[in-house]
């Protein structure tokens, strides 16, 4: 079964920055495509940023390009995402998933809330 536990969220002003990890267990880690997706309360989620299981490759959309670096450590079964130079706009419950790309809700676990405000 997976489990996907993230961490790491906070309130934090504009141009801060945050590091958000999530915990994987239950299915083989380094053989999985992951992704990060985030959702406003009331909206429809949005993909952040995947990247392929080697962790040779990484996608981003455009929004955060420049801004969001995805990574991952295989030998500690976790995803990381870091964020620089935030936004309001970045504001939303942070989940991380499998697959490299799109919305895959039924993987998500435990999500994690980055509030951006001064």
């Known amino acids: 079964e997976v489990q996907l536990q993230a961490s790491g969220g906070g309130l934090v002003q504009p141009g801060g920055s945050l590091r958000l990890s999530c915990a994987a267990s239950?299915?083989?880690?380094?053989?999985?495509?992951m992704s990060w997706v985030r959702q406003v309360p009331g909206k429809l989620p949005e993909w952040v940023s995947g990247?392929?299981?080697?962790?040779?490759?990484?996608y981003y959309t455009d929004s955060v390009k420049g801004r969001f670096i995805i990574s991952r450590d295989n030998a500690k079964r976790t995803l990381y995402l870091q964020m620089n130079n935030l936004k309001p706009e970045d504001t939303a419950v942070y989940y991380c998933?499998?697959?490299?790309?799109?919305?895959?809700?039924?993987?998500w676990g435990q999500g994690t809330l980055v509030t951006v405000s001064s």
């Open positions: 990247i392929r299981s080697g962790g040779t490759r990484t």
């Open positions: 239950g299915f083989t880690f380094d053989t999985y495509d």
């Open positions: 998933q499998t697959g490299h790309a799109g919305i895959r809700r039924g993987s």
